[in-house]
């Protein structure tokens, strides 16, 4: 797993939309990247709702917060409607898992990605990352303190 001072790695992603969304076109503000295994997964859902419900938390300090699973971009819009998700879902889709694995949250294993947190830096840099086994949701306290390092 990337450790801060680290070199985030560029990708290009689609979000739910089908848009394009390179990593190294959000420089100049900070990034949150949250991977998560499955879309509509139930530790899942409860991470990134608790996360759609505390979004100020990065508006605050301006932080583009950004969530990637290797599903595909048509789950994940399925699922960013029916919660009410208004931040970007980001398909890791095909090369399957390729950005979660260059981030080094990848498990080969189970074909999916790891709970893993990436907070960068407005000049792509990793500033903190954290991760939680599989099985155990992430806490905010945790975004707090990562957010804290920037």
């Known amino acids: 797993m990337l450790a801060p001072g680290a070199a985030a790695p560029d990708f290009t992603l689609v979000n739910q939309f089908g848009q394009p969304v390179r990593l190294s076109g959000l420089r100049g503000r ?10 509509f997964s139930r530790i899942c859902h409860g991470e990134l ?3 759609r419900d505390n979004i100020a938390m990065f508006e605050g300090p301006d932080v583009a917060l950004h969530a990637i ?14 919660e ?7 398909a890791d889709f095909w090369p399957h898992g390729a950005v979660a694995d260059s981030f080094g949250a990848f498990d080969a294993g189970t074909g999916l990605a ?6 960068i830096d407005a000049d792509g840099m990793v500033a903190a990352s954290f ?14 303190q990562a957010l804290a390092a920037l």
Do not use: I
Request: aromatic share 12%; with cysteine.
């Open 114 to 119: 790891e709970r893993a947190t990436f907070v």
């Open 30 to 39: 900070p990034v949150a990247l949250v991977f998560f295994p499955l879309a």
């Open 49 to 51: 709702c608790e996360l």
């Open 84 to 90: 009410d998700y208004d931040f970007p879902l980001l």
């Open 69 to 82: 699973s290797v599903d595909s971009k048509h789950t994940l819009r399925a699922w960013a409607e029916r």
């Open 131 to 144: 991760a939680t086994p599989r099985g155990e949701a992430r806490s905010l306290d945790q975004y707090r």
